[in-house]
């Protein structure tokens, strides 16, 4: 191979006056981290009251459940993201639209919300099944006891249905951290993005590759081993994942 | 507002987006989905075949492909199958390789990682009893596998299989960032030529919301009929 290969690159001054090119891909891992901590958070919120509503014997409330899942699961991350960062600011009434556009950092909030209610579909449907799984008893049983609706989701079959369903949960997080690497579209720059301009720069694009693989491999068994230990401390007694 | 939405623009790029684009699409999602299924059933198969060895280097590129966004394997490789081309064939510089190719060989490599893990749970679904009956009958480990684990494991994932090929259907528009004509991209590219993001950004979102739902309707369907024979 005929290519010249430059390791440090790294620790040259890049064209922003930011400090190195290794900090310009710090610097888009920060980015990518809290653009999918932000998604990571309207998702559990987002997916956990779809997913109860779509358990729910109201009939209206299933569908209304079922609805969200099918829009945000029958169309491309990259085509929803364009939907709310090019449609939605025109067809909102004009002085809403403007204000829209000329939002500081309009890609950040695009992407984080963007990101955040596709994979609420995602959560809201591992939920369902979560809390399909448990024995039919302990809604019977809370309703036994004297519970409303409300408290028997609140202290019975949420806090089992989220200890059950928090290994795939793990994975939709990582699926969160992969996803937002899409809003480079939008002209989010996090880590994928950085690589990027770093390899339109200085035309190292093997090594500006390379260290965004390392780093999204690093994130990745950073987040897997915190999660073993989260899931270690939860898992119910009993169960095939329990102790 | 809805006033001002144009629908001729739709009306007159529709041969270009049906035609280039969804032509585009269409080719690479089912051509992925072979290449996958093909390189993901022998990606299986070394995973569980009992060697060591040729077990962890399979576990290894799952774990690898699937840890990356797939936006940053499509940079992978746009830049890296030219020199992997010149490197195969020995020509004094990086091939020329087109934007089809590229984008080909990038989702037949990612996807191989995704159905690998269906294949294998579609394999190891299968009670042991089979290839044991397989080998009593003589069959070797190649004949077991074609002519018993493999179609029965295959037609228990199907469903799973169609599933994700939808979801690959899906992510063939991160092409997008290569700036390939695909059907988003040809959508784009008129959208920016006559200004009118919002009319081609909403068409495009329409239909590719109409072919996901009546793919996954049909995929929900042929569950309910296969699921029964047990």
Known sequence: MNYNWNWKIFFEPNPMGTGTYLDMLLSGLALTIKTALLAWVIALAVGSIVGVLRTLPSRGAYWFGFCWVEFFRNMPLLVQLFLWFFVLPEMLPRAAGLWLKQLPNAPFWTAAIGVGLFMSARVAVQLQAGIGSLPRGQRMAATALGLTTVQGYRYVLLPMAFRIILPPLTSEFLNTIKNTAVAITIGLIELTGQARSMQEFSFQVFEAFTAATILYLLTNAIVVTAMRFLERYVAIPGYITGK | ?230
């Open chain 2, 1 to 230: 507002m809805l006033g001002s939405f144009d629908f001729d623009v739709i009306r007159r790029s529709l041969p270009y987006l049906f035609y280039e684009g969804m032509t585009f699409t269409l080719t690479l999602t089912a051509l992925a989905a072979f290449g996958g299924l093909v390189f993901g059933t022998a990606i299986a198969l070394m995973r569980l075949s009992g060697y060591k060895l040729l077990g962890r280097i399979a576990g290894l590129y799952v774990d690898f492909m699937r840890s990356l966004p797939l936006v940053l394997v499509i940079f992978w490789f746009y830049f890296l199958v030219p020199y992997i081309g010149q490197w195969i064939t020995g020509a004094p510089r990086p091939i020329k390789v087109g934007a089809f190719a590229s984008s080909l060989i990038t989702f037949i490599m990612f996807e191989a990682a995704y159905f690998s893990e269906i294949m294998r749970a579609g394999i190891q679904s299968i009670s042991r009893g089979q290839p044991a009956a397989a080998s009593a009958l003589g069959l070797n480990y190649a004949q077991t596998m074609r002519y018993v684990v493999l179609p029965q494991a295959f037609r228990n994932m199907l469903p799973v299989l169609l599933t994700q090929t939808i979801v690959l259907f899906q992510d063939t528009s991160l092409v997008y960032v290569l700036s390939i004509p695909d059907f988003l991209g040809a959508a784009s590219k008129v959208a920016q030529r006559d200004g009118r993001l919002v009319e081609m950004y909403l068409f495009a979102a329409v239909v590719y919301f109409t072919i996901s739902c009546i793919a996954s309707f049909g995929v929900r369907r042929l569950q309910s009929r296969i699921a029964i024979i047990r």
